[in-house]
């Protein structure tokens, strides 16, 4: 398979090309280092590595020459960050979106694989949530990721090319690094490995389905080799771990034990997050298979080794 990864240097798409690559399959990577790194990519020497825009016409249409399959994950991320800056969102998950998908059209792409998000849910009103839960995003992100959706599947109808949209939850796993905009167990993760205290929002009695990036690998493999699937789906573990459960195991994986404090609610959290996944398992064959205790000693490991990288 020759495939193109947009957004492979970063978390998920530097953990899918490596897979890829493992299945000898011949990899071109589209990243332009905005929120990636240049270490992910020193990791894969094998790949094609083209440092560009998904805006620019010209350089996705390099990138993607010969490609059978897309595998989308370029984007600016984040609930938080399309709050601070709706334009780059937009004009990144909107416009960058489209140039993907017109290029895509015009080599003859056979599927795109494309990264959305359970942001686009908005308030939560039912759980397990599946995909026949209202769709109302709340922010500028979930609605560029609606965007995401809805153009990958209508180029799938009007243009005859196959998309699956994969609506991602709570992702973790190595190559996953704090920042800004960081998730709560990079976050958590990178403080107690530098004895930091944790700061949790509330009571931490709030859950979140987290999904170990193995999960998100395979679902990305199995929707790429399927054959007549489109559509979109939740990509999940269908299990729910407490915030507060997950600073505790955090502090035992780190052998740190730091300071466990509360700090107020934050607006907009949702109390409990859990999907159902059960419409990927019957669309294309798709099941998790890491278990949360496991998957996160693993990611610990390997954010000890980053810190001391960083560190250094
Ligand atoms: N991590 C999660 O939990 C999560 C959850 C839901 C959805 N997603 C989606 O999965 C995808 C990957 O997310 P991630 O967590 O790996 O984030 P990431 O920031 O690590 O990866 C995004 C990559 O896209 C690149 N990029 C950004 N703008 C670009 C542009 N204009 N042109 C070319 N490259 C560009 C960045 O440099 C980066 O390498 C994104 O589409 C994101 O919205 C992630």
């Not at 849910?121 to 026949?132: A, F, V, W």
């Not at 196959?162 to 992702?171: D, F, M, S, T, W």
């Not at 294309?284 to 990611?299: I, N, R, S, W």
């Amino acid at each position: 398979m020759k495939a193109l990864v947009t957004g492979g240097a970063g978390f998920i798409g530097s953990n899918i090309s490596a897979a890829l690559l493992r299945e000898g399959a011949e990899v071109t990577i589209l990243d332009d280092l905005s929120s990636g790194y240049a270490v992910n990519l020193e990791a894969l020497p094998e790949a094609h590595f083209i440092k560009g825009d998904i805006r620019d016409p010209e350089t996705v249409a390099r990138a993607m020459s010969g490609c059978e399959v897309i595998f989308h994950l370029a984007a600016s991320v984040g609930n938080k960050r399309s709050i601070d800056y709706p334009d780059e969102d937009t004009a990144i998950n909107v416009n960058g979106t489209l140039t993907v998908l017109e290029a895509a059209r015009a080599a003859g792409v056979r599927k795109i694989v494309a990264a959305s998000s359970a942001g686009l849910y908005g308030e939560l009103k039912t759980i397990p949530i599946d995909e026949g839960h209202p769709i109302e995003p709340l922010t500028p992100y979930g609605v560029s990721k609606l965007y995401t959706e809805k153009m990958s599947l209508a180029f799938a109808h009007v243009y005859g090319l196959e998309a699956i949209c994969l609506r991602y939850y709570n992702v973790f796993g190595p190559n996953q690094r704090f920042d800004a905009y960081g998730n709560v167990i990079p976050i958590f993760a990178f403080r107690a490995l530098r004895g930091e205290p944790i700061t949790i929002f509330g009571d931490g009695m709030q859950t979140r389905d987290f999904v170990h990036v193995d999960d998100v690998v395979q679902a990305n493999l199995k929707a790429a080799k399927n054959r007549g699937t489109s559509g979109a789906f939740n990509i999940a573990s269908g299990t729910k771990m407490r915030i507060l459960d997950l600073a505790h195991a955090v502090n035992k994986y780190a052998n740190s034990l730091v300071t466990i404090q509360h700090g107020p609610e934050r607006a907009g959290d949702v109390a409990h997050s859990l999907a159902d996944i059960s419409a990927a398992l019957d669309g294309f064959g798709d099941e998790p298979m890491v278990a949360m205790e496991p998957g996160l000693a693993q990611y610990m490991a390997w954010a000890k080794d980053e810190v001391k990288r960083q560190d250094a």
